[in-house]
């Protein structure tokens, strides 16, 4: 059975769209045929990881939900920007990155109804093992929906005070949807944190698995959402996070 | 595999003409049309539903192909009659899709048996049961008279050289601009002048200004889906407004250049609503926060 999975955070910044592309990337080097969505239509991103220009976006999930296009035309193989030997495929569906487009979503709405449809309809065409959901932060329409939707969730925080409240809330909101498997990953925690003391305090907290704590790394900073993190540092501690994280969606 | 197939369940002893499409072992979409017409009102939806959907598009008792009540229709019997017919073909929750009349029997249905319909569609329903005033002095006075053959005689004579119908019909069922096809227009027509149907539709008239909703719309928790023509002139936009104040809960669109008949006149825009609200997860729909 296809699985879709969404990853989310309250607040922006979380390390959400890195998240998603790392783990897309994982799924698909053990041979899945992964679909990645960006929802983040006020604020796209995720096509900068998987190395997609501007000019390279024939149709976006805009066109899509206008009804200009098919979603499956809105798919582009990225596999071969990562150019690494990944034995699955991985197909992008970008969000569009000009201002009047974003605006017009804004302006307009679409029906959230059109994007599940899509979803489901992405998976049939593509064949897909895995659909990814990158949401945008907060709660609205479409994270509502990849929510209610969604075979696993995993909810992204900092250990911040503003991140432990808005987790609360999207964590109640994915129980009251019966979301089948939820995780929390806790991110950029700073060299000094206990580890351990962190993960049992978040699992005491919301009552949800944590599958990982994630350090600051400077090589990510580094990186600068130029590339996929595993790829470059298949070593490093936080690729093995990554792959943790993986592996706990799909399970 | 997809059916399409013509019916005639036997309910209770009353005889229904059921037109079936889509997907044998899909939920069930039932479809129910208005005053006047036949399961062809909603036929420009089956395409649609029919990817997902087991579609049965009936015509009410006294329409299309069904025999009238023999002891004469009114909405609550319309609407027992269908939950029957519910109940013996499926164990779980319907769709329902009810244009004009065929709206305010979806929702008789949904108060008597909430716990048969999973969600609504009703395209410009009825609920106060009071047509427009245009109707009432223009189409309404044309059907008494077909009631009679003398009169009948007389219109079937002279029709062809006024084009009355024509005229009759174009300004309260449909928007200035319709989109609307030659060939569903025609059929529409001959719908509405089908022989021997003036005592249903005179039936009809009656049981839903008898049938007044207002006032009992508030307290119906099934997802809905409300559009309207925003030219509509058979049941007028007053109504919509009563959905809007009565049912905040329903998703009430109101369409340009549409009148009576969405879907037909504007078909892009009134599948893409139909699409998106079937397409939204039930618990998303349901879920209180």
């Known amino acids: 059975m296809p699985k879709i999975i969404s990853v989310h955070s309250f607040r922006g910044g979380t390390g959400k769209s890195n998240t998603t592309a790392n783990v897309t990337t994982l799924l698909a080097a053990e041979g899945m045929r992964v679909g990645v969505v960006d929802t983040d239509i ?9 190395g997609v220009e501007e000019e390279a976006m024939v149709y976006s999930l805009n066109d899509y939900l206008w009804g ?38 804004l302006r307009e709405g679409y029906d959230v109804g059109l994007l599940n449809d899509g979803f489901h309809k992405l998976i049939d065409d593509l064949q897909l093992d895995v659909l990814m959901i990158d949401t945008h932060p907060g709660l609205n329409e479409e994270t509502l929906l990849s929510i209610a939707i969604s075979d696993a ?16 809330v999207t964590v109640e909101v994915a129980r009251k949807l019966d979301v089948p498997r939820l995780l929390l990953v806790v991110n950029k925690v700073p060299a000094v944190f206990d580890v351990s003391e962190v993960k049992a305090r978040v699992e005491q907290t919301y009552n949800c698995e944590v599958a990982a704590v994630m350090p600051h790394s400077d090589e990510m900073m580094t990186l600068a959402s130029a590339g996929i ?22 399970a | 595999m997809s059916v399409n197939q013509t019916t005639i369940y036997n309910i209770n002893g009353q005889a229904i003409n ?37 579609c049965l598009a009936v015509d009410l008792p006294g329409y299309g192909e069904s025999p009238r009540m023999a002891s004469g229709m009114t909405i609550a019997k319309y609407a027992d009659l269908l939950i029957d017919l519910i109940q013996s073909t499926t164990k ?30 009703l395209i410009c329903p009825t609920i106060s049961g009071n047509l427009s005033l245009m109707i009432n002095l223009t189409l309404f006075p044309f059907v008494v008279l077909e009631r009679f053959s003398l009169t009948r005689a007389i219109i079937t004579i002279f029709e062809p050289l006024l084009g009355i119908t024509d005229r009759l019909l174009r300004g309260p069922l449909f928007a200035d601009r319709t989109m609307i096809s030659k060939d569903a227009f025609e059929r529409i027509k001959a719908d509405t002048r089908r022989r021997d149907q003036g005592r249903i539709r005179a039936e009809s008239f009656r049981a839903m200004r008898e049938n007044d909703l207002r006032g009992k ?33 329903a998703d009430l669109r109101i369409i340009p250049n ?32």
């Open chain 2, 217 to 249: 719309l508030s307290g119906i928790e099934i997802p809905s889906l409300v559009i309207w023509g925003m030219e509509d002139n058979t049941v007028p936009l007053r109504d919509a407004s009563v959905v809007a104040r009565e049912w905040p809960q």
């Open chain 2, 258 to 289: 549409a009148g009576h008949w969405p879907q037909f006149e504007t078909p892009d825009v009134t599948q893409r609503h139909v699409r998106a609200f079937l397409s939204t997860p039930i618990k998303l729909l349901k879920v209180e926060f």
């Open chain 2, 18 to 54: 059921v037109h079936e499409e889509g997907l044998p072992n899909g939920k069930v979409a039932l479809l129910i049309h208005g005053w006047s017409s036949s399961w062809y009102a909603i036929s420009p939806l089956l395409p649609l539903l029919s990817q997902r959907h087991r």
């Open chain 2, 92 to 121: 779980q929750p319907v769709v329902l899709v009810g244009h004009s009349m065929g709206g305010m029997t979806s929702l008789m249905i949904a108060m008597k048996r909430p716990d048969l319909v999973e969600r609504m569609v």
């Open chain 1, 42 to 50: 006020q604020s796209p991103g995720i096509h900068v990881l998987f």
């Open chain 1, 68 to 105: 200009k296009c098919d979603i499956k035309q809105a798919a582009q193989d990225v596999k071969a920007n990562l150019k690494a030997p990944i034995k699955g495929q991985i197909f992008l569906i970008p969000s569009s990155i000009k201002a009047g487009e974003i605006a017009r979503v």
């Open chain 1, 153 to 168: 969730l995993a909810i992204i925080m900092r250990p911040d005070q503003q991140d432990y409240q808005g987790t609360g």
């Open chain 1, 229 to 250: 993190f595993s790829l470059h540092y298949p070593n490093h501690p936080v690729a093995g996070m990554y792959k943790q994280i993986a592996a706990r969606l799909v």
